[in-house]
């Protein structure tokens, strides 16, 4: 069962940066969707970006431009650059992988549904 391990998260002010991290642990026998979601208390869960196996990207609208997600396959660790950031990009962002099965197609990694494993969280706060 994946482990997954967040850091990097902090305050910071509008306009800045920061870059989030989760050092994941997965079988190397299997493909997996990788991605970052965030929560805050006046929102539902939601999908900010995810990468394939094969390192095709996926971005919600509200951070397409701004944020750029990234892996280190031969460690399993997956990144969030930040930039720009918003007061409503305020919340928890939390880490999350799943299997990828080889006969999913090319946008199987944006289906929220998919993921069930999930690391804990790390806080960003966003202060205009």
């Known amino acids: 069962q994946p482990q997954l391990q967040e850091s990097g998260g902090g305050s910071v002010q509008a306009g800045g940066s920061l870059r989030l991290s989760c050092v994941a642990s997965?079988?190397?026998?299997?493909?997996?969707?990788m991605a970052w979601f965030r929560q805050s208390p006046d929102k539902e869960r939601e999908l900010v970006a995810a990468i394939d196996y094969n390192g095709t990207t996926i971005y919600s609208d509200a951070v397409k431009g701004r944020f750029t997600i990234s892996k280190h396959n031969a460690d399993n660790t997956l990144f969030l650059q930040m930039n720009m950031l918003k007061s409503e990009d305020t919340g928890m962002y939390i880490c999350?992988?799943?299997?990828?099965?080889?006969?999913?197609?090319?946008?199987?990694?944006?289906?929220?549904?998919?993921?069930?494993?999930w690391g804990q969280g790390t806080q960003v706060t966003v202060s205009s």
């Open positions: 997965l079988s190397s026998h299997a493909n997996y969707c």
């Open positions: 999350s992988a799943d299997r990828r099965p080889f006969w999913g197609k090319s946008d199987y990694c944006s289906n929220t549904l998919v993921y069930n494993f």
